[in-house]
């Protein structure tokens, strides 16, 4: 088994993000928010908006040793490629299986594309437009930055 420590990640930036649907989370600031429920005519006293918190996703989860040997499993067994045992990967011993994941994670690093990805945590807050902030969204968002 392989004595290497697992390189440590960097720390996950963290920040929310605004939504007037609940479901796409597209908006940075509240006053873009705004700016888009007014823009579809829903800006009025007691609408509703959304906020969740969202941090940097790391896209190697999406590609680690695990995910690509059930699929080669899958695959083996959706094509009815049967032999003596049924799950042919899982007999890889850790040390292969870890040197997989280093593969996966270098072939990331070198190729990725210059984008950050982000995934919700926690709950979504709901946020009711209230009289102050229809005033101070008319008035040019003063707020903006809080």
Same mark, same amino acid.
């Given at each position: 088994? *392989?004595?290497?420590? &697992?390189? =440590?990640? &960097?720390?996950?930036?963290?920040?929310?993000? +605004?939504?007037?649907?609940?479901? $796409? +989370?597209?908006?940075?600031?509240?006053?873009?928010?705004?700016? =888009?429920?007014?823009?579809?005519?829903?800006?009025?006293?007691?609408?509703?908006?959304?906020? =969740?918190? +969202?941090?940097?996703?790391? &896209?190697?989860?999406?590609?680690?040793? *695990?995910?690509?040997? @059930?699929?080669? @499993?899958?695959?083996?067994?959706?094509?009815?490629?049967?032999?003596?045992?049924?799950?042919? /990967?899982?007999? /890889? $011993?850790?040390?292969?299986?870890?040197?997989?994941?280093?593969?996966?994670?270098?072939?990331?690093?070198?190729?990725?594309?210059?984008? $950050?990805?982000?995934? &919700?945590?926690?709950?979504?807050?709901?946020?009711?437009?209230?009289?102050?902030?229809?005033?101070? /969204?008319?008035?040019?968002?003063?707020?903006?930055?809080?």
């Amino acid at each position: 088994m *392989s004595t290497d420590t &697992p390189t =440590a990640q &960097p720390e996950r930036t963290r920040r929310s993000q +605004f939504s007037t649907d609940e479901e $796409t +989370f597209n908006h940075e600031t509240k006053w873009e928010a705004l700016d =888009a429920m007014y823009e579809d005519d829903r800006l009025h006293l007691g609408a509703e908006y959304y906020e =969740a918190e +969202f941090e940097q996703a790391d &896209p190697c989860i999406a590609i680690r040793e *695990s995910m690509v040997l @059930d699929l080669a @499993d899958e695959w083996l067994r959706d094509n009815q490629c049967l032999g003596e045992d049924y799950d042919y /990967f899982i007999h /890889f $011993t850790a040390e292969a299986r870890a040197e997989l994941d280093q593969l996966l994670r270098a072939w990331h690093d070198k190729h990725k594309p210059n984008m $950050t990805l982000w995934k &919700p945590v926690g709950k979504t807050i709901t946020h009711t437009l209230t009289a102050e902030d229809l005033a101070e /969204f008319h008035a040019g968002n003063p707020g903006e930055g809080q």
